[in-house]
């Protein structure tokens, strides 16, 4: 017991170093705020590709109008590139257009955006490959073998059975059940990516969390039956002057759902990485202040250790996150596509009772 825990308190410790490099990803501006980290440098999204010992630049892409009005796309290497060209100037770290021209549409390849990529290539690629194998009969007609396709069959059976069927009618349940176990696997993967020190969590984006619920936003509604629809904009057994008023409600309900979505998912992921990096920066911010055996003093004593409790409990987030948003997702589908046969006039006394 006592040579897992050292283990753990020396991992830990590693991540903590680790993490430190992070930290000077926007040195120059943090030297002149007198700040010795930079926490929102640190979780937002960069035009580099950072591995443990290297960073590799990203494609800068750009659709541009010129002063004349004439449009033109232009594609980089790097940011770096981009500034060579003579096209563009770095401002805070920010690409500026020189000669009057101006960003339409910046379609730059960024950090979150590759861990979404391989978040989502990740979860088709393992699907596909359990599926060979249960066509070739493994866990078909034998058991199936190792834990990797164990633990597969476990989260599938759990998605298709506890939330899919659960939430959407017995007939149409199981054709959502792809798109479901596919965002539970994407969200989970892109969720734990971040708990890698050098690696950004891409559901910590409010644009990576929006496109997923936008795509939950159109499944449901196309998966919605005449009778949804019915009781969204003519509420049946109701007053006309209870209609009127419900009708806009209803109608904004549309779109609050996927926002709750969207917003639940990205706060969550973006607080749990910012309360690690704000602890672990209380080692560098007191080493600033009071010297190196302060700062060292207070990692051995607090920031490390209260990183691993939350090192755990970001693995616990990041699962039970992926798990409400399919949830939620299921739910939503689920109240789109059932079919409705109560009563036009005791509808509303059938639910309550």
């Known amino acids: 017991m006592v040579q897992i825990l ?25 030297q002149e705020q007198g700040s010795p980290i930079d926490i929102m440098g640190t979780v937002s999204d960069h035009n580099s590709f950072e591995l443990p010992f290297y960073n590799i630049p990203l494609p800068r892409l750009f659709f541009l109008k010129d002063a004349d009005g004439n449009a033109s796309f232009e594609g980089f290497w ?101 798109y479901l176990f596919t965002v539970f696997m994407g969200i989970t993967f892109m969720n734990l990516f971040g708990l890698l020190p050098w690696a950004a969590t891409a559901t910590a984006d409010i644009t990576v969390t929006a496109v997923l619920a936008v795509i939950t936003f159109f499944i449901t509604q ?39 979505l969207a917003i639940r998912l990205f706060a969550n992921m973006m ?30 004593l607090f920031s490390v250790p209260m990183t691993a409790i939350l090192y755990f409990l970001k693995a616990f987030v990041a699962l039970l996150q992926a798990y409400i948003f399919t949830l939620l997702s299921a ?12 009563e036009e006039e005791g509808y509303y006394v059938n639910h309550v009772e």
């Open 6 to 30: 050292r283990r753990v308190f020396l991992t830990l410790l590693f991540l903590s170093v680790s993490t430190s490099t992070t930290f000077s990803m926007s040195g120059e501006e943090t």
């Open 78 to 178: 790097s940011t770096e590139s981009a500034v060579k060209s003579g096209l563009f100037v770095e401002e805070h770290h920010v690409l500026e257009t020189t000669q009057g021209a101006q960003i339409i549409i910046d379609f730059s390849i960024t950090s979150h955006l590759i861990y979404f990529w391989i978040g989502m290539i990740l979860a088709v690629w393992i699907t596909m490959n359990m599926a060979r194998r249960y066509k070739k009969g493994v866990g078909r007609n034998v058991e199936p073998k190792g834990a990797f396709q164990n633990i597969f069959e476990v989260l599938f059976v759990f998605i298709r059975d506890d939330i899919a069927r659960d939430n959407i009618d017995s007939h149409k349940s199981d054709r959502y059940v792809p």
């Open 222 to 260: 196309f998966s919605g039956t005449k009778d949804y629809w019915g009781h969204v904009f003519w509420f049946p057994g109701v007053p006309i002057l209870v209609k009127l008023i419900m009708l806009p409600v209803e109608i904004v309900g549309l779109f609050t759902k996927p926002f709750a």
């Open 271 to 300: 607080s749990g990485k910012i309360m690690i990096i704000a602890i672990l920066g209380l080692v560098f911010i007191f080493a600033e202040m009071y010297g190196s055996f302060t700062g060292y003093t207070i990692g051995a």
């Open 331 to 342: 739910v939503f589908i689920g109240m789109a596509a059932e079919d409705h046969h109560a």
